[in-house]
């Protein structure tokens, strides 16, 4: 049984952000203290970070669910909640992302490299950072964002510079064996390599890596044998090594067919076309293997290969063919452009970019779209009248109603807020003052005023409209 594994569904889940607190300072002497909520924490990230000591997605096959944690709500005093922690998942290196309809999310190729899969959700604000000069004491705050919920495919394409291609027991696995320290399995049955071997070649002062494909046979980009598999694992390559097998005991093969077949797997598999080819035939330590390779030799050269004539088992032609495989893979290097430094770039949105958008369904239903909207109203204790108006006046200095009056709405019709299956749905009724200004006097608190004698309550009133005519009467006008 291998425990080797190149492709796997991950089901990852960002952490939610804890909820803001609502808290008014109590101390002695100070009844009026003021809120004092803090912050939630933010969610944690899920990340998938490229580890070279990792070679396998064997983990995420066994353990598919993964889950960050989440922030922690704040608390009275100003304290902040405790941002919930990022989850790093190490995967090796050259793996894609992909969503569940095969789009390409991401390529992590080189050790370090890093995806956000998952986005954990906002801390909400406290009543203290939601005061201000016309809401002095709010009694309410925000909840915390959930964290994204996300299924990825991850499936691994080796990083290799030269790819061995060809049938089983053609002497792939013996020849990566005797030109790098690789120790695959080797033996006189066909599939007996289930797994992609990598192995890394030194000639001269190239330094290059190697990989074999299991078990190519008519029919591998098809889905039979263990071709479609493994095929993804050549994408990457420089250069394709066709290993034929000139002493193969079967009648119905030999060298040149080989060829042919496995090259229309690979056109019909796709994206090779560009790759240089080099052809080796293999086991010329064998009398009849060595006839057959000298007698097929001119005929493949005639189509335009290099072709090398060796004996892994005996090690002879090896040299020659590793320096070959260092001169094409030296010259795809240099051809490559240079990468250049990470630059940013900004996009600005439009001057009339509003941020979201108001279409009419056809049940007559007027749903809201837009990052802005989806998020306050997540963000929303909607069993808290005040926090209910907040979320009003937000949408309502957004422009959301007056967009909705343009697209034709009338008091009464239904509004949604959000994706069809997690949506906020109300009836709606214009005003020209919304939410909060309609369920009383801004910058009060009910449960302060109940805490202030009535005689104080009163004279407080007073030097705020004493304070507003004294600003009146020092106006001077231009």
Partial sequence: MTTFVDRVELHVAAGSGGHGCASVHREKFKPLGGPDGGNGGRGGDVILTVDQSVTTLLDYHHSPHRKATNGKP???????????????????????????????????????????AAQGGRGG????????????????????????????????KTVADVALVGYPSAGKSSLISVLSAAKPKIADYPFTTLVPNLGVVTAGSTVYTIADVPGLIPGASQGKGLGLEFLRHVERCSVLVHVLDTATLESDR??????????????????????????VLNK??????????????????????????????????????????????????????????????????AVDDTGFTVTQEADGLFRVRGEKPERWVRQTDFNNDEAVGYLADRLNRLGVEAELMKAGARGGDGVAIGPEDNAVVFDWEPSVTAGAEMLGRRGEDHRLEGERPAAQRRKDRQAERDEAQQEFDDFEPF
């Fill in 74 to 116: 704040g608390e009275g005093g100003n304290r902040s909640g405790k941002d919930g922690q990022d989850l790093v998942l190490p995967v090796p290196d050259g793996t894609v992302v992909l969503d569940k309809a095969g789009n390409v999310l991401a390529d992590l190729v080189g050790h370090g490299t890093s995806y956000v």
């Fill in 125 to 156: 604000l406290g009543n203290a950072a939601l005061a201000s000069a016309r809401r002095k004491a709010p009694g309410f705050a925000l909840l915390g964002e959930p964290g994204d919920l996300r299924d990825v495919v991850l499936e691994l």
């Fill in 254 to 279: 030999d060298p040149a067919s080989d060829l042919d077949i496995i090259e229309e797997e690979l056109r019909q598999y796709g994206g090779l076309d560009n790759r240089p080819r080099i052809v």
């Fill in 284 to 349: 010329i330590d064998v009398p009849d293997g060595k006839d057959l390779a000298e007698m097929v030799r001119p005929d493949l050269e005639a189509r335009g290969y290099r072709v090398f004539e060796v004996s892994a088992v005996a090690h002879m032609g090896l040299k020659e063919l590793s320096y070959a495989l260092a001169e094409i893979v030296a010259q795809s290097r240099a051809a490559k452009p240079k990468e250049e430094a990470t630059r940013i770039v900004i996009r600005p949105k």
